[in-house]
């Protein structure tokens, strides 16, 4: 498992496809200890990374629901988490998560946002809509290499900028949400129901 979960993880970086970082992973494997999660839904695959990390964390009957549109990408998921036996835990969605996600109907003990920028702030509505009450959102490369937190806004990346200060204003604002936003790879964001919500 070990040995194969490297070698999935040298490719991807070979390959520049941006899978979670090691710091990231360590505060999101603490999380999933405490909250022992059932269901975790993921928004970006790649190839199945960091769902394949997660999974070491479920509870028995636990399942990880993972959305990726890249049809290369979604292929080379299938084949990792195949040859690890995971094919019954980890299920593949293909397609655009702006269309899958408001299909979904069920309830989370763990989002993880990890796809395109420029749509987190529809990802956190649909996240919050099949949150279970004591579950965690986490969002990935919230701090985008320090563009977010910096007065940057003429770029290519400007839009995803904006969504991004705009998705960290909704969880920080947000009366029934209790969030921190840490400097862990490309920053995490952390939300959670405020207790008595
Ligand atoms: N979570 C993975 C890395 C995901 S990289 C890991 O840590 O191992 C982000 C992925 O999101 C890319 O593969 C990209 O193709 C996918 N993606 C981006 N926007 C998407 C969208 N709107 N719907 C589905 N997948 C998307
Ligand atoms: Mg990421």
Redesign the pocket.
């Known amino acids: 498992m070990k040995e194969k979960l490297n070698k999935i993880k040298e490719e ?1 970086l070979k390959e520049h ?4 970082m090691d710091d990231t ?1 360590e505060v999101v494997d603490k999380i999933l200890k405490q909250i022992k999660p059932k269901k975790i839904l ?12 997660f999974s070491e964390y479920l509870e028995a009957d636990g399942i990880i629901d ?5 049809e290369e ?1 979604v292929k080379e998921a299938i084949k990792n988490i195949t040859e690890l036996g995971l094919d019954k835990k980890i299920n593949i969605l293909q ?6 996600l408001p299909t979904l109907q069920n309830k989370y003990d763990m989002v ?1 946002i ?3 920028k420029g ?1 987190y702030p529809f990802f956190l509505q649909q996240a919050l809509r099949m949150l279970n009450k004591t579950g965690v959102i986490l969002a ?1 490369n919230v701090l985008y290499k320090g563009y977010v937190m910096s007065d940057y806004n003429k770029h290519k990346q400007r839009t995803a900028v904006r969504n991004l200060r705009e998705y960290i204003a909704e969880v920080t604002q947000n009366p029934e949400l209790e969030t921190e936003i840490l400097e862990v790879g490309d920053g995490l964001a952390v939300s959670k129901w405020k207790k008595g919500m």
């Open positions: 991807a496809i941006p899978i979670i992973l993921e928004i970006g695959t790649a190839v199945g990374y960091s769902a394949i990390c993972t959305i990726e549109r890249d990408r397609g655009d998560a702006v269309e899958i993880f990890d796809a395109a749509k990935d």
